[in-house]
């Protein structure tokens, strides 16, 4: 069988539960940081509101930054900082107009940053894996994000967003590691390997997008796309990664949950994700990562680049 769905109505691993998050998580080897360890040590980090949401939501992340964020920090624009020279939504930036924003905003390579979103992780998980691809080395997530920020009653900035006047220039230096980037045609040539040896040989392609759209029976929201899948794909689909609290806040579920949801999948192999554009496809690569996997890549197009071309080979739910 070419496809696979891991569903959660289907195994009890990964229903969802109610988990609350401890105050000591901000160790430096960890992912994620409470909202009690980033009061602590506000002065002490980089904050980054890296809100985004899909265009049929008609959002504006940047004005919502300027009504309320949290104490200190800056706003990232994943549709800002972004590749220019393409018609793909938001491709990961040149290492000169990514350095330009860590510069504009005094980041130096050193500085410990902590990123959230308004709601939920997509955003502060593709930036997570935006400075890692550049090679920062000291980036967390605020775990609960600014829901639970706010619901626990810690300083918040409700004034237009004003750039400070001493700010200073991080003069910062960066380097893409190619290995945690997948492109349009080293994925075609990962499903070649994969046709010729039965699934066994190349990488594991873990697809983030819904059910219904990773089979091709909902369309995608970006119009012109084909509907269906990947070759040897398997569907996680991104929210399964994390768990929502009674306080409307989503936390990142544990080590040993995110184990559960990937029980099915070798994690010693290499591992591609993918999504509609590669924003919930940086979801599957933090939640792999806490995991325990190691070689994990994003295809940075996903399905707006792949599901454009006639060419691409696509299985849906009926040609399984």
């Known amino acids: 069988m070419f496809s696979r769905l891991i569903s959660a109505t289907k195994k009890p691993s990964i229903i969802t539960k109610v988990k609350m998050f401890s105050s000591a998580t901000g160790a430096a080897n960890s992912r994620l940081c409470s909202p009690q360890f980033l009061s602590e040590n506000i002065n002490k980090v980089k904050v980054l509101d890296c809100s985004w949401y899909l265009p049929t939501f008609n959002r504006d992340t940047l004005a919502e930054f300027n009504q309320q964020r949290i104490k200190g920090s800056f706003f990232f624009g994943i549709d800002t900082v972004k ?46 894996w935006n400075l890692e691809t550049f090679g920062h080395k000291n980036v967390q997530i605020l775990n609960g994000g600014f829901q639970e920020w706010k619901k626990l009653g810690l300083p918040i900035e409700t004034t237009p967003f004003t750039p400070p006047s001493n700010k200073p220039s991080g003069n910062y230096s960066s380097k893409i590691d190619r290995s945690l980037v997948t492109s349009k045609s080293q994925i075609l040539d990962y499903i070649s390997q994969l046709n010729s040896s039965n699934g066994q040989n190349g990488p594991l392609i873990i697809d983030a997008r819904p059910a219904p759209r990773f089979n091709g029976v909902e369309a995608e929201p970006r119009p012109g796309l084909a509907m269906g899948h990947m070759p040897h794909a398997y569907n996680v689909p991104f929210p399964h990664v994390f768990t929502a609290q009674d306080s409307g806040a989503i936390v990142c579920k544990s080590k040993d949950e ?43 197009g996903s399905w707006a680049e792949y599901g454009a071309d006639p060419a691409n080979p696509v299985i849906t739910s009926t040609s399984i």
């Open 83 to 128: 590749d220019h020279s393409t018609d793909l939504p938001h491709m990961i930036p040149s290492e000169a107009e990514f350095n330009k924003y860590m510069d504009d905003h005094g980041i130096s390579n050193d500085d410990h940053i902590v990123l959230y979103d308004t709601f939920g992780f997509q955003g502060a998980c593709r930036v997570m």
């Open 258 to 300: 995110l184990a559960a949801v990937f029980k099915d999948l070798d994690l010693s192999r290499k591992i591609v994700t993918t999504c509609g554009s590669g924003i919930t496809a940086a979801c599957l690569y933090v939640a792999l990562k806490i995991a325990g996997a190691n070689d994990v890549s994003v295809y940075d």
